[in-house]
């Protein structure tokens, strides 16, 4: 590598470093970060990067990682059992957008063809800023949030063939490569039986050598590989690398595949938004102040109300409708992508390129501080309803404290009562305190992450906490409020999943239990009596199932910042435990019973 190669390198790294870091800080995201990096060494601003065409070349393998990736995360059982709500809001929303924006760049004057790109284009949404945005503020398991995760998702699929067809609708066919279609499904034959029969045999082979580097090489090969196949064939290599991504979705390696590329992922889809930054063309906006910004301003209030449109036409109430619309109203990284292709098979004109490249930039700019100015006007709302007044906790010095009493938090209190062991519930639902009040249940209306609140309800002088809310982000919050303020509490934990589990470990919580753990054992183990299994070796082998995972969390939670060792940890783990439980059966025919010999079993309360 040349110095004049080394020093676009050095420039990118060292800008973006600084840059991403404060954006990050700010709470602007990693993306903007990278465009404020391109915009600033671009030949825009400080001119210290001049070589577009090398930077965009490399900047293309940001592309085909990420699609690589995004086919890794279709696989095509998930998809067709989320079909109804994908064509539903993802169809609608990119229906309605595209439509709507081909009309008003035809206005413009713009081809047919050229409006149905920028159409296309300007419907789509940032999947990393949204997404981003939605597990930041905890709201991607709500119902705008599945919303959102379906249109992006949909807009993922649709882009994927758009990079194919739009060069065909260009006006300069000839510059165009020809597509070798017998090429294209011969590889596309061979993808397909390779990962189906051999793929799985050869990675399980490299991956007990033991050898990180190896497996990864073997990662960016696949990818790479399969990239340039399809390139050779006329197509583009991101089309490739999503093909290839697809087909080893169902592989049981597809989380390490993934651990292994997400490294090269991040840094070139760095370098890619870098390089969009220094394409854009911040002069533009001294130039044509009122229309860059009047554009932008109609393209995010159109896409907005094509999105919330969709949110009502799907039934979703109108908050979480206007929710949807706020959170997917900036331009996607898609887009940029696009309008490259557009421009290189003559259906955009470089002015419109760079005008529609500004836009994008620019609504993703100004994403953030709608989305926060949506919460503050929310919250303002809220605090305007009338609202009812918590409990008050009179003489109340029970030794244990239950944090939610619904169906989990009632069988404590229900054994509790028969032991005739003091405890006081608090729970959040105003209508499920009404419905047990009229059972002649004691329970108190109050929020349990609030310090005050477990003061009044006695924590200072209680001795047990039980965790039992439904919500995670809720049951952490509590559980680090306790573990915080009253350290003497010993807690008891309901956990959701693995996740939840590490949280709460790492809060130190004295007990923790996954809630459908024990009920699947013994669900597994009345099906093995059936099967015939001797009552005794049910017992034993789900007992050792249930040590063997307790000690596997264990280890899992000192290694889960790590995900390739994490991978292989649970790898190995899964291999003992088949081992033990293989070295441990009796060599018996097993038999079903017939159907007058199957007893009903009742589970120990």
């Known amino acids: 590598m040349t110095h004049a190669h080394l020093i676009p390198v050095i420039v990118f790294l060292s800008s973006s470093v600084l840059l991403v870091s404060l954006f990050q800080k700010l709470g602007l995201g990693s993306i903007l970060g990278y465009l404020a990096a391109g915009l600033l060494v671009g030949p825009q601003m400080l001119g210290l990067i001049t070589d577009l065409n090398y930077t965009q070349s490399l900047s293309e393998f940001g592309v085909v990682f990420l699609l690589f990736l995004i086919g890794l995360e279709l696989q095509p059982k998930k998809l067709w059992s989320l079909r109804k709500t994908l064509i539903g809001y993802g169809g609608i929303q990119m229906g309605l957008t595209t439509l709507v924006f081909g009309g008003i760049a035809h206005g413009f004057g713009l081809s047919w063809p050229a409006s149905f790109v920028v159409g296309f284009s300007l419907s789509l949404s940032s999947t990393a800023f949204a997404l981003q945005s939605l597990q930041e503020k905890k709201v991607l398991n709500t119902e705008f949030g599945r919303a959102s995760f379906a249109i992006l998702l949909m807009q993922d699929v649709f882009a994927i063939p758009a990079l194919a067809i739009i060069p065909s609708l260009g006006l300069d066919t000839a510059n165009v490569a020809e597509v070798n279609w017998g090429a294209f499904l011969f590889t596309i034959l061979g993808i397909s039986i390779f990962s189906r029969t051999l793929m799985g045999p050869f990675l399980r082979q490299v991956a007990a050598l033991r050898s990180r580097e190896l497996f990864t090489g073997v990662t960016l090969l696949i990818v790479i590989g399969v990239a340039f196949l399809m390139e050779h064939a006329g197509l583009s290599m991101a089309l490739g690398a999503f093909i290839a991504g697809v087909f080893l979705s169902e592989s049981e390696y597809r989380h390490e595949l993934e651990a292994d590329l997400e490294p090269f992922k991040g840094i070139l889809m760095g370098l890619f938004f870098v390089s969009v930054g220094m ?327």
């Open 279 to 605: 394409s854009v063309n911040a002069a533009l906006i001294i130039q044509k102040p009122f229309t860059i910004i009047g554009l932008t301003v109609l393209y995010m209030i159109v896409k907005g109300a094509a999105t919330y449109l969709t949110g009502r036409i799907m039934h979703l109430k109108r908050l979480p409708s206007s929710n949807l619309a706020v959170y997917l109203v900036q331009g996607g990284e898609f887009a940029f992508v696009i309008f490259g292709v557009g421009k290189n098979a003559n259906i955009l004109s470089l002015e419109w390129t760079q005008t529609l490249t500004l836009i994008v930039t620019l609504s993703m700019i100004l994403s953030p501080f709608i989305i926060l100015v949506n919460d503050r006007i929310q919250e303002r709302a809220i605090d305007t309803l009338p609202k009812k007044d918590y409990d008050k906790f009179e003489n109340v010095e029970n030794p244990v404290i239950i944090a939610g009493f619904g169906r989990f938090g009632q069988i404590f209190g229900r054994i509790l009562r028969t032991q005739d062991i003091g405890f006081t519930a608090i729970d959040h639902d105003t209508e499920q305190i009404e419905l047990l009040r009229r059972f002649s249940n004691t329970v108190y209306y109050g929020d349990a992450s609030r310090k005050d609140i477990l003061i009044a309800a006695g924590a200072a002088k209680a001795r047990y906490f039980i965790i039992a809310v439904d919500d995670m982000a809720v049951a952490t919050q509590i559980a680090e409020l306790v573990r915080t303020e009253f350290p003497h509490l010993i807690v008891y934990a309901r956990a959701r999943n693995r996740q939840h589990v590490f949280d709460l470990m790492a809060l130190k919580v004295h007990h923790i239990k996954r809630e459908t753990l024990d009920s699947s054992l013994n669900l597994t183990r009345e099906l093995l009596e059936d099967l015939g299994i001797p009552k005794e070796r049910t017992y034993r082998m789900i007992e050792r199932f249930r040590l063997h995972d307790e000690l596997m969390v264990k280890e899992q939670f000192k290694v889960r910042h790590d995900q390739k060792v994490f991978l292989d940890l649970s790898r190995q783990g899964m291999e003992q435990l088949a081992q033990v439980l293989k070295e441990d059966a009796e060599k018996t025919y097993i038999e079903p019973r017939p159907e007058t010999e199957k007893t009903i079993t009742h589970e120990r309360i």
